[in-house]
């Protein structure tokens, strides 16, 4: 055919197959562009969900945390730590440099140069971990660290781990990359509940974050991946272990070089950790600290706890326990040293191992005092008018159904107190309970030398049925040590919150016994150790008193005695109350009392 003299090509046919292929291709192209804007969307709705419930990243800053208490011994040296313990807030510039270069050596090497996001660290850690068939490496970045730490919780899921990616591209465009460090290095936990390097710093190693040698930076900076493992407190093999690995990741990223790294390894090493079994004193201390400092700062405490006695009270009570203790069926002990002016604890072993058993047997059992009781029922007949020298019958006596028995005590008629206190003579004391105003009187005394009970109102309280503790037995032995002063126990000497001095609070000393009669109770005392029941107590060359205490059938036995300015208090026996093997408060309490006056310094 013909148009405008021209001749029309035909057009060649396409083939079916090229235009089914056509049509397939743009249904695909349909199909996937309405994925993608229906993806898109499902993606943004996601997005929205997740980040619905973020932390305000305006919050970064601000902290909520418990308050912290630090316990320094005597002497200063660090004793424990409880709560959040955060040192001095520190800027990067006063750091060292070898202390950011550390941490990013190890967590996060190509820090300056991601936005928040590390698509290459992400498939380098994914690498690694494929080929190695174990997780070796985190794919997070420092600032996804930071997040986390500043608004989430160690949930592992999808939706922490994008609200973790949301908040580190806010970190990152509110932020510097130094104050980014800044805020990582006074915020990241670093075990034993310290946080920040200034707080690890002063913990482990007693200096301030300022002074931090390299190879202590090291160790610092390997602890955000696992503190409450790899914290020296916890583990000291794994902490060095794994601060050597922070040097040579320092070393692969010219920072250092392989000596220097290798010498800074072998520089690693931690001051000697405070004795755990100090941690019933620590306990103790801690009890009623929310009422004696109330307010939510944090507090430094010295203590009275004297480090030096207090090893030398565990060292002798295990070595008592582990060999003549084992084989008289004695499973535990409890020993309190205390100043007899002050009342200041010196040392306190609640038990045998405070690992295995936080009870504290000096303070929370209450038992029998069995004899160690009945100073405190002749203090009541002195007050009567007696003196050491009145004499009181050692014969049988009966009151209603109840005898009491003298055990391997021979008659001899009538005796001096001072006799019957010297060789605990049972029927002596409860004669002396009557002429000294009865159960009442001898409780009254007791009470009032801070004894709580409860005591009971018959004449069996003359052979110690009451109740008491340790502690208040040690304390109330002070009045008969000071020329008759009561003192309360304290473990505090000064506080400090944030700088502050803060009143320590300790109830002052208080005449509780006369001169005279409290002289009077101290020679009676001291004839029980020279020539009475508690002659294994004596230590050549310093002059000791003292009382033994014995329950019946062998359930507990008691030593409680003071030479010179310092009261010695010892009981054992056993959690369950079982009998043990003929152990009387002559003879194992007492020789512990002896061991532990005689290491006493002069």
């Given at each position: 055919?013909?148009?405008?003299?021209?001749v029309?090509?035909e057009?060649?046919a396409?083939?079916?197959?090229?235009?089914a292929?056509?049509?397939?291709?743009?249904?695909?192209?349909?199909?996937?562009?309405?994925?993608?804007?229906?993806?898109?969307l499902?993606?943004?709705?996601?997005?929205?969900?997740?980040?619905?419930?973020?932390?305000?990243?305006?919050?970064?800053?601000?902290?909520?945390?418990?308050?912290?208490?630090?316990?320094?011994?005597?002497?200063?040296?660090?004793?424990?730590?409880?709560?959040?313990?955060?040192?001095?807030t520190?800027?990067?510039?006063?750091?060292?440099?070898?202390l950011?270069?550390?941490?990013?050596?190890i967590?996060?090497?190509?820090?300056?140069?991601?936005?928040?996001?590390?698509?290459?660290?992400?498939?380098?850690?994914?690498?690694?971990?494929?080929?190695?068939?174990?997780?070796?490496?985190?794919?997070?970045?420092?600032?996804?660290?930071?997040?986390?730490?500043?608004?989430?919780?160690?949930?592992?899921?999808?939706?922490?781990?994008?609200?973790e990616?949301?908040?580190?591209?806010?970190?990152?465009?509110?932020?510097?990359?130094?104050?980014?460090?800044?805020?990582?290095?006074?915020?990241?936990?670093?075990?034993?509940?310290?946080?920040?390097?200034?707080?690890?710093?002063?913990?482990?190693?007693?200096?301030?974050?300022?002074?931090l040698?390299?190879?202590?930076?090291?160790?610092?900076m390997?602890?955000?991946?696992?503190p409450?493992?790899?914290?020296?407190?916890?583990?000291?093999?794994?902490?060095?272990?794994?601060?050597?690995?922070?040097?040579?990741?320092?070393?692969?990223?010219?920072?250092?070089?392989?000596?220097?790294?290798?010498?800074?390894?072998?520089?690693?090493?931690?001051?000697?950790?405070?004795?755990?079994?100090?941690?019933?004193?620590?306990?103790?201390?801690n009890?009623?600290?929310?009422?004696?400092?109330?307010?939510?700062?944090?507090?430094?405490l010295?203590?009275?706890?004297?480090?030096?006695?207090?090893?030398?009270?565990?060292?002798?009570?295990?070595?008592?326990l582990?060999?003549?203790?084992?084989?008289?069926?004695?499973?535990?002990?409890?020993?309190?040293?205390?100043?007899?002016?002050?009342?200041?604890v010196?040392?306190?072993?609640?038990?045998?191992?405070?690992?295995?058993?936080?009870?504290?047997?000096?303070?929370?059992?209450?038992?029998?005092?069995?004899?160690?009781?009945?100073?405190?029922?002749?203090?009541?007949?002195?007050?009567?008018?007696?003196?050491?020298?009145?004499?009181?019958?050692?014969?049988?006596?009966?009151?209603?159904?109840?005898?009491?028995?003298?055990?391997?005590?021979?008659?001899?008629?009538?005796?001096?107190?001072?006799?019957?206190?010297?060789?605990?003579?049972?029927?002596?004391?409860?004669?002396?309970?009557?002429?000294?105003?009865?159960?009442?009187?001898?409780?009254?005394?007791?009470?009032?030398?801070?004894?709580?009970?409860?005591?009971?109102?018959?004449?069996?309280?003359?052979?110690?049925?009451?109740?008491?503790?340790?502690?208040?037995?040690t304390?109330?032995?002070?009045?008969?040590?000071?020329?008759?002063?009561?003192?309360?126990?304290?473990?505090?000497?000064?506080?400090?919150?944030?700088?502050?001095?803060?009143?320590?609070?300790?109830?002052?000393?208080?005449?509780?016994?006369?001169?005279?009669?409290?002289?009077?109770?101290?020679?009676?005392?001291?004839?029980?150790?020279?020539?009475?029941?508690?002659?294994?107590?004596?230590?050549?060359?310093?002059?000791?008193?003292?009382?033994?205490?014995?329950?019946?059938?062998?359930?507990?036995?008691?030593?409680?005695?003071?030479?010179?300015?310092?009261?010695?208090?010892?009981?054992?026996g056993?959690?369950?109350?079982?009998?043990?093997?003929d152990?009387?408060?002559g003879?194992?309490?007492?020789?512990?009392?002896?061991?532990?006056?005689?290491?006493?310094?002069?």
């Amino acid at each position: 055919m013909k148009r405008g003299g021209r001749v029309a090509a035909e057009r060649p046919a396409v083939p079916s197959a090229v235009r089914a292929r056509r049509r397939l291709a743009r249904k695909l192209a349909a199909w996937a562009l309405m994925g993608a804007v229906w993806g898109g969307l499902a993606l943004g709705v996601l997005l929205l969900v997740f980040a619905w419930d973020l932390p305000r990243p305006e919050d970064a800053l601000d902290t909520t945390r418990r308050p912290s208490v630090t316990l320094e011994a005597s002497d200063g040296r660090l004793l424990s730590t409880s709560g959040d313990l955060y040192g001095e807030t520190v800027r990067l510039r006063d750091l060292p440099v070898h202390l950011p270069t550390a941490l990013l050596a190890i967590e996060d090497r190509r820090f300056r140069d991601h936005f928040g996001l590390d698509p290459v660290g992400l498939l380098r850690a994914a690498w690694v971990n494929l080929t190695t068939g174990r997780v070796a490496q985190g794919g997070s970045t420092l600032t996804q660290q930071l997040a986390k730490n500043l608004f989430l919780t160690p949930e592992r899921s999808l939706r922490r781990k994008v609200q973790e990616a949301m908040l580190a591209l806010w970190l990152e465009s509110r932020f510097t990359k130094d104050q980014l460090l800044e805020i990582y290095l006074n915020r990241v936990y670093l075990g034993a509940g310290a946080f920040g390097v200034d707080a690890a710093a002063r913990l482990y190693f007693g200096v301030p974050a300022r002074r931090l040698a390299v190879w202590q930076s090291a160790v610092l900076m390997g602890l955000p991946r696992a503190p409450s493992r790899l914290n020296p407190r916890a583990n000291p093999y794994e902490a060095a272990r794994r601060g050597a690995e922070v040097l040579h990741a320092m070393a692969a990223t010219g920072a250092l070089t392989e000596a220097q790294a290798n010498a800074e390894a072998e520089r690693i090493a931690f001051p000697p950790r405070p004795s755990r079994d100090s941690g019933w004193f620590a306990d103790w201390v801690n009890d009623d600290l929310a009422t004696r400092f109330p307010g939510s700062a944090d507090l430094t405490l010295r203590t009275t706890l004297d480090l030096r006695v207090q090893a030398l009270v565990e060292a002798k009570l295990e070595a008592l326990l582990a060999g003549q203790g084992a084989a008289a069926d004695v499973g535990q002990g409890a020993v309190v040293v205390l100043d007899a002016a002050t009342g200041a604890v010196r040392a306190m072993a609640g038990g045998r191992d405070y690992r295995r058993s936080s009870f504290n047997r000096a303070v929370s059992a209450r038992r029998q005092p069995g004899s160690v009781f009945k100073p405190f029922v002749y203090l009541a007949a002195l007050e009567h008018g007696l003196h050491p020298d009145s004499t009181v019958s050692d014969g049988p006596i009966t009151l209603g159904r109840w005898s009491p028995g003298n055990g391997n005590w021979r008659p001899r008629g009538d005796l001096p107190l001072e006799d019957a206190l010297a060789h605990s003579v049972n029927t002596a004391a409860v004669r002396i309970l009557a002429r000294g105003g009865g159960a009442k009187e001898a409780a009254a005394v007791a009470r009032r030398l801070g004894l709580a009970g409860p005591f009971p109102n018959d004449a069996t309280i003359a052979l110690g049925t009451g109740e008491a503790s340790l502690l208040e037995l040690t304390a109330a032995y002070a009045a008969f040590a000071n020329g008759g002063m009561r003192v309360t126990p304290h473990g505090i000497t000064s506080a400090r919150a944030e700088g502050r001095a803060l009143p320590a609070g300790n109830t002052a000393p208080a005449r509780a016994v006369q001169p005279d009669d409290a002289l009077a109770i101290r020679r009676m005392m001291e004839a029980v150790v020279s020539r009475g029941s508690g002659r294994a107590a004596a230590v050549p060359g310093r002059p000791a008193a003292g009382k033994t205490g014995t329950t019946q059938d062998f359930r507990d036995a008691w030593f409680v005695g003071f030479s010179g300015g310092t009261v010695i208090g010892v009981w054992l026996g056993n959690d369950d109350a079982t009998p043990m093997d003929d152990v009387r408060g002559g003879t194992l309490p007492a020789r512990l009392f002896h061991e532990i006056l005689e290491g006493l310094p002069r």
